[in-house]
């Protein structure tokens, strides 16, 4: 007996590593996959300037990057934020700020920008976390327009409507130096950005914060009957998101040279929002997978002209009614309770 049950275990395990090292070879080779993305070199807009690795960094890559920022927020613990882009603004008002005004270079401005957002993030996260569904949608997106209308009205700090030119690119890295003509550099970058992420969300999803999450997410009265703490989770969650859109705004700052209000506006909030939902809310892979669809999309008919966002609006209307729970819908964990209600029969 005790030696069937040893060879059962034996034999779990061993089933168990070799999944684990196919999945760790899975996850490589798409790493390695995405990093070679900028030597395709495909024009995709039809235009001399217009690259492969331009339209992947600016908009797509960023687009990822804050899609999984928010998806902290709305896909982990189910909280309505329309308020997203005032992160995004803070991060790259810090560096163009610090960056025009002292000299500061990227990597020097990138903490401050986190630390801003978050505390950004906490500050509004305390006396307005307690409201719920459409209440919070509507504080958060009267935040965001609050820090444009700052930043637009701020002429001495922000230069108000005419912005702030000349932001400093990134230093060398390893002796590359960053190139607007050859971007793969700034992709790069924001793959490493959009990999630290991934890793920070999956690391927090399997510990206390993520199970917090997920309750709170299914629902909140039963969650603090259960004794989960949920004003302080959902901060969490809201701040680390912040800290997520803090950094993309740091970055593209620095990609652009050039930061405006008019940058900044609720539509900004509401695209990225739409990332999140398209791909599948809380699923990591459906929100890539939906950033870099209506990152990309949006460029891809740029040629004729106005009508792409009435295709652009057709897509989404078309998908969200054959699959209203996103191209990839997170997992649902039922299987426990099938077997429960069936008596053991799946």
């Known amino acids: 007996m005790n030696m069937n049950f040893n060879l059962r275990d034996w034999g779990a395990d061993k089933w168990e590593r070799s999944n684990r090292i196919q999945r760790v070879g899975l996850v490589l080779a798409f790493i390695a996959a995405a990093a070679c993305l900028p030597f395709l070199g495909i024009s995709i807009l039809d235009t001399p300037n217009a690259s492969y690795t331009a339209v992947l960094v600016h908009p797509v890559a960023m687009f990822v990057l804050m899609a999984l920022g928010l998806n902290i927020v709305v896909g982990k613990s189910g909280m309505l934020d329309l308020g997203y882009v005032a992160f995004f603004a803070l991060g790259a008002y810090a560096m163009g700020i610090l960056g025009v005004r002292y000299g500061w270079n990227t990597w020097e401005v990138m903490p401050i920008g986190i630390l801003l957002a978050m505390f950004a993030g906490l500050l509004l996260g305390f006396p307005t976390l307690r409201l719920r569904g459409d209440y919070l949608a509507i504080v958060t997106m009267g935040f965001g327009e609050i820090i444009r209308i700052v930043a637009l009205n701020w002429g001495s700090l922000t230069n ?41 969300i999956r690391r927090l999803t399997v510990r206390r914060p993520g199970r917090a999450w997920e309750a709170i997410r299914q629902d909140e009265d039963a969650a603090e009957l259960m004794g989960v703490r949920a004003l302080r989770y959902k901060i969490w969650s809201f701040t680390l998101g912040a800290s997520v859109g803090g950094a993309a705004g740091v970055l ?42 209506l990152g990309y999309l949006p460029d891809r008919i740029r040629f004729i002209s106005d009508e792409r966002m009435l295709v652009f609006g057709l897509v989404l209307v078309l998908v969200m009614n054959f699959r209203p729970d996103g191209l990839l819908p997170r997992k649902k964990r039922e299987k426990a309770l099938v077997k429960k209600v069936t008596g053991g029969e799946a």
């Open 160 to 200: 108000g409507p005419n912005g702030i030119a000349g932001v400093p690119m990134p230093p060398a890295i390893f002796g590359q130096e960053f190139d607007l003509v050859d971007q793969k550099l700034f992709y790069w970058v924001v793959l490493v950005m959009i990999l630290l992420t991934i890793w920070m």
């Open 252 to 293: 593209f700052a620095s990609k652009n040279l050039f930061i405006s209000p008019e940058q900044f506006k609720l539509n900004v909030s509401v695209l990225i929002l739409a990332c999140v939902v398209f791909g599948g809310i809380g699923n990591i892979w459906g929100v890539i997978l939906g950033a870099a669809i």
